[in-house]
Every structure is written in structure tokens, then in C-alpha cells.
């Protein structure tokens, strides 16, 4: 059972490039989120999706482009890096936080901008 | 002010010892409630999930919610030093968005 994955796990890139971190769950649950965590902030929600081609913006979605094409896939683009964005990429997936039901993350994907 | 709040840490214990983690909530709206244990370059894992007020208790864990006073915690007793990592609480409505605390740091002396 795959469960979340996330890739890369590590990425190292230039500032003004275009970033992608992919997100592909096997459980066909309806939520995905994106989260960054970073020390002194905890984890922060970036974009979210309630369904295929449903996305919304989360508290920190400045810089971050999102699309929902396919219910188990859920990509995170940083359209142009910037060293602002140097963090630790969490997606999510969740079948909906009510009757008992929670959010299940992903490894998480380390990405350092230079 | 933050929705959640939660003590910045880090905290150290020696094995054995009863572990109290808490949090602080502004939304009344908020009903389910959880705490999520992260362990060194790893993503979050669920540890307990309460709705509304109450204990839980789970081996070692204890959750307690006591809404009219929109305070969370975590008790761990008989702590080991496999309990050493990073405790989040987070809390949610019916928006199935999860809110979280800033995490606090735990270490289990041997």
C-alpha cells in the first residue's frame, strides 16, 4: 500500500527557475493539501483541493501555482524559485475531516534554493 | 493572534518521566481535535484524534480536549526515549482544513 508520495524528496535549484514537486496518493481520497514547514512557523497551508479540478488557497499561496487533473494527483509549482521558498513540502490527502476521518501525510520533499 | 497556539519547547525529560504538552485554541467553531507525532525527515503522523471535550486514552497517551476553556493536551507517561520528536496539535471545524500548533520539540533522556 503506497499510501502518499511525494517527489523528489531532495531538490537543489537556482533562484528564478521553475520548481515542480509532484504528489500522487493511492487512497482516491477527495482532499489534497499542500503544507511548508519551516522552523518558528510550524507547518503552513499553501494551496488545498477538494476534488478534481477544485483548488483553493491556503494561508501562504504567494508564488505557488497548484492544478487538480486527476483526484490522485496534486502538483506543486513554484513558478520562480526564490530563496524565500527554501523549505520542507508536505502534501496530504484526507477522504474529509469530519466523522472521525484525519490527514494523512506524505515523506515530505526538501527543497533548497540557491 | 494565531488560531493555535502551542508551547514553543524544546523540551527534555529523563525516561520515565509523565510528559504534559499543551495548547491553546481561539475558534469555538472548532470540534475535532488532534495531535500529530513527526519523528526526524519524516512527514506527520496521526497519534490521537478526539472530537469535542473528553480524554482518550491510548496505551501511554492520554488526549484531553476542554472546550469551554479552548485548551488541548497530550500526556505521555512512562516516557521512552522512542517517544523523542516533534508533537503537533491541530484542530479543525467542518471546513476540513487542519490548523496546527508550531510544534514542540521533545526529548527522552535515557
Known amino acids: 500500500d503506497a499510501g502518499i508520495t511525494q517527489s523528489p524528496r531532495y531538490k537543489i535549484t537556482e533562484t528564478g527557475r521553475q520548481v515542480t514537486l509532484m504528489c500522487h496518493q493511492t487512497?482516491?481520497?477527495?482532499?489534497m493539501f499542500w503544507y511548508r514547514q519551516d522552523l518558528g512557523h510550524g507547518l503552513r497551508l499553501i494551496y488545498y483541493s477538494a476534488a478534481a479540478d477544485i483548488t483553493d488557497k491556503g494561508e501562504v499561496p504567494d508564488g505557488y501555482v497548484v492544478s487538480r487533473s486527476k483526484t490522485e494527483n496534486f502538483p506543486l509549482t513554484l513558478e520562480s524559485a526564490t530563496r524565500s521558498q527554501t523549505s520542507v513540502y508536505f502534501c496530504?490527502?484526507?477522504?474529509?475531516?469530519?466523522?472521525?476521518?484525519?490527514?494523512?501525510f506524505g515523506e515530505g520533499s526538501w527543497l533548497t534554493v540557491v | 493572534q494565531k488560531e493555535v497556539e502551542q508551547d514553543p519547547g524544546p523540551l527534555s525529560v529523563p525516561e520515565g518521566a509523565i510528559v504534559s504538552l499543551n495548547c491553546t485554541y481561539s475558534?469555538?467553531?472548532?470540534?475535532?481535535f488532534m495531535w500529530y507525532r513527526q519523528y526526524s525527515r519524516k512527514g506527520p503522523e496521526l497519534l490521537m484524534y478526539?472530537?469535542?471535550?473528553g480524554n482518550k486514552e491510548d496505551g501511554r497517551f492520554t488526549a484531553q480536549v476542554d472546550k469551554s476553556s479552548k485548551y488541548i493536551s497530550l500526556f505521555i507517561r512512562d516516557s521512552q526515549p522512542s517517544d523523542s520528536a516533534t508533537y503537533l496539535c491541530a484542530t479543525t471545524g467542518a471546513n476540513s482544513k487542519l490548523t496546527f500548533g508550531k510544534g514542540i520539540t521533545l526529548s527522552v533522556r535515557p
Open positions: 487512497w482516491s481520497h477527495s482532499y
Open positions: 475558534n469555538s467553531a472548532f470540534q475535532y
Open positions: 496530504a490527502s484526507s477522504p474529509g475531516l469530519n466523522s472521525g476521518n484525519t490527514i494523512y
Open positions: 478526539t472530537y469535542s471535550s
